[in-house]
């Protein structure tokens, strides 16, 4: 292992003249805030180390902050370590030793460079102590970069070398910080969106690409690229043979590929060869859990990665120490707030997850990781499924976007593995009420139509499919739903599923409404409302059937509608079915307006509306509720109408313009 070793002396008056500066042919680009704080930490503090993520930009940033004339030190001394690979005991002692003995002139010199594998003959720490007394006691700084290598000797040093030498400052540079009580950290994050798209401009020209990119090309690779400003100049690299958007879309599937000939440390011209040096530096364990956790496509808890990660050669229990030491190192980051009450979530960086994909490959543990990650997904749709029915219909909402690319990865998984399409569609058909309740019809179809044919055609959970799909298509093509039923109603009768029974009947009801038939509506809601159990999972509880018949009554029957309604709201569900709560109380304002009570109307649909808020994202029953009541504001929905109002129906012709039944997408 060898390390290189730099000198700054100090000149007259305080000034530092530099004698060593590795510096890209960029240098710094949107690092002014942090390129200050740097500086403002040094006059501060004699501990400050600068750490974030693999090719983030530590170096250069700490080279420029110390290249200002005046500065507290008189004299500065840079060791930095080259090919990332673990080395022997003491050796990070001989080099600082070496370095300071240089920067003394040369008195105290007791070992050289040239001595056999860089050790000195009486000790590294006895060359340290020699070389530490032989110092001038002027300010100075010593810079120990890139130190991941030998990080767990480095805190024992710098701590020693505080103790021993008042006046010295000491700068860091490593991807986690030291852990001594007294070290500054300036953690060092990706760039952003617009300084990243400079420095690939500035990259690209450096390369010789004289014709402008497409700004919005540009700004996808930098999003792809996560801001790293060593993946951009690669990448800035490759502009040279590839427009930015054939560049965009190769990084799309995969950015380990990315090399360059121009960065002197040969880690740097490859992104798979920079997160190697990473790898190669973490614990066994620490490598496997890497790797397994590469299956995640967005955030992750920890139950969550010990789920995945755990078996025969890594306990449950070495999983959060693994998860902590990838955070630490940038491979992972925290995607939920320090603090929360939340339980915390992981995201591990995309260049890190592709690399960790590579190495599941080599290991032979793909399709065991994908597995598992199936068998999560499902339970965690399950639950999500369980917390809806139970009432607590937020925190269903919010489980699911938490984890929706994960669903979605295996939904696209299953659609390519048949192995997986039955894990799927089990997974899409637990969360029936995100695809109804928020607008997602189209995705929830395709997800379902799309794995259909890869599972048999006569099986009870092809027909559960075959349900959801013609539910979910009702509105788009209603010819494709009523094929889908016609071939899953003789299976749930031959199955006696009374669930889903009733719930095709309920999609029956959906397409009558929809071509008009009020009447045939009425009857297939009816149908659906008596014969789905109260409680049974899967689907809609009768409520939401009811709430549909009472919306489709109150066109033609307002009395019968009210109390329709009532009977939903009664539902053993009712309580805490915040979505058929809000399409019942939707069904009696709608009432009362064809009954002649516009105030009232008006009144019911706002409390509606705030309960909807205060308690579930649900964008069709808010937008219904909603031109419900601008329809009502726009006529004479200002008037008391509780009292004096005629028998039902006497009085429509007095009050607002005819509200018009929704459309059937307001109750699927």
């Known amino acids: 292992m060898t390390g290189v070793v730099g000198v700054w002396a100090g000149q007259g008056g305080g000034g530092v003249r530099l004698l060593e500066r590795a510096a890209g042919p960029q240098g710094l680009v949107g690092r002014e805030a942090e390129l200050a704080a740097v500086r403002a930490a040094l006059g501060a503090h004699r501990l400050v180390s600068v750490t974030g993520a693999a090719g983030v930009g530590k170096s250069r940033l700490a080279l420029a902050a110390v290249a200002p004339e005046e500065a507290p030190w008189r004299a500065m001394v840079r060791v930095r370590w080259h090919d990332g690979v673990p080395v022997g005991p003491r050796a990070l002692a001989g080099r600082i030793a070496q370095a300071l003995d240089a920067a003394a002139g040369g008195y105290g010199r007791v070992g050289t460079a040239g001595d056999p594998a860089d050790t000195v003959r009486v000790g590294a720490a006895r060359e340290l102590a020699d070389a530490v007394r032989a110092l001038p006691d002027d300010e100075l700084l010593l810079i120990l970069d890139d130190v991941d290598p030998v990080h767990g000797q480095c805190a024992g040093v710098v701590q020693s ?78 502009l040279t043979d590839l427009p930015a958007d054939d560049l965009a879309d190769r990084l799309q599937d995969g950015q380990c590929w ?44 920890e139950r969550a990665a010990v789920f995945v990660c755990e078996g025969a050669d890594l306990s449950p ?52 990781a994908a597995s598992r990650h199936a068998r999560h997904c499902r339970s965690t749709a399950a639950v999500a499924e369980t917390l809806w029915n139970t009432g607590l219909q937020q925190q269903a909402v919010r489980l699911v976007q938490d984890e929706l690319a994960d669903l979605t990865a295996l939904v696209r998984r ?66 494709t739903a009523q094929r889908l039923l016609d071939r899953a109603w003789p299976i749930a009768v031959l199955c006696g599923d009374d669930a889903l029974v009733g719930r095709i009947a309920h999609v029956h009801g959906t397409l009558a409404w929809q071509r ?9 809601y009816r149908h659906a409302a008596d014969t789905v159990p109260p409680l049974a ?9 009811l709430a549909a018949l009472a919306i489709v009554d109150s066109a033609t029957a307002p009395a019968r509608a009210v109390r329709t309604a009532r009977r939903a709201l009664a539902q053993p569900t009712g309580h805490h079915d915040t979505w058929a709560t809000a399409l019942a109380q939707y069904a009696r304002a709608l009432a009362d307006v064809r009954a002649g009570r516009p105030g009232r109307a008006r009144r019911r649909a706002e409390r509606a509306l705030a309960h909807l808020d205060a308690r579930l994202d649900a964008p069709q029953p808010r937008a219904a509720l909603r031109r419900l009541l601008d329809t009502l504001r726009d006529g ?16 429509a012709g007095t009050g607002p313009r005819p509200v018009p039944v929704p459309a059937p997408r307001t109750t699927p």
């Open 636 to 651: 004479d929905g200002d008037g008391d109408g509780d009292a004096g109002a005629g028998p039902a129906g006497t009085g």
């Open 414 to 479: 299953g659609t390519l593995d048949p192995g997986h399409a039955e894990t799927a569609l089990e997974t899409v058909l637990h969360l029936w009420f995100w695809w109804v309740a928020h607008e997602r019809a189209r995705e929830g179809a395709g997800h379902v139509l799309a794995l259909l044919p890869r599972l048999p055609a006569a099986e009870w959970l092809t027909a559960r499919g075959q349900w959801l799909a013609g539910w979910l298509t009702t509105g788009a093509d209603p010819a």
């Open 516 to 524: 008009g038939d009020l009447a045939a509506a009425a009857a297939h």
């Open 317 to 368: 229990d070495r999983v959060p120490g693994a998860l902590a030491h990838l955070t630490a190192i940038g491979a992972l980051e925290r995607a939920s707030e320090l603090g929360s009450v939340l339980e915390p979530r992981y995201r591990m960086a995309r260049a890190a997850r592709d690399f960790g994909a590579e190495r599941l490959a080599a290991a032979g543990e793909s399709a065991a």
């Open 258 to 301: 990315l090399s360059a000939t121009g960065p002197l440390l040969k880690r740097h011209r490859s992104w798979r060869a920079s997160l190697g040096a990473v790898h190669a530096l973490c614990e066994p364990g620490v490598r496997k859990a890497w790797r397994r956790l590469s299956v995640f496509a967005g955030d992750f808890t």
């Open 161 to 238: 070398l505080l103790m021993a030498l008042p006046a010295l400052r000491v700068l860091v540079t490593a991807r986690r910080p030291l852990g001594l009580g007294d070290e500054h950290v300036v953690r060092l994050a990706p760039l952003a969106t617009e300084p990243a798209a400079e420095l690939l401009r500035a990259s690209a020209e450096a390369h010789g690409v004289t014709s402008e990119p497409d700004p919005a090309a540009v700004a996808r690779v930098c999003r792809l690229l996560e801001g790293n400003p060593l993946a951009i100049e690669l990448a800035a690299a490759q």
């Open 537 to 545: 999972p899967g689907g809609p509880t009768p409520a939401v059937s």
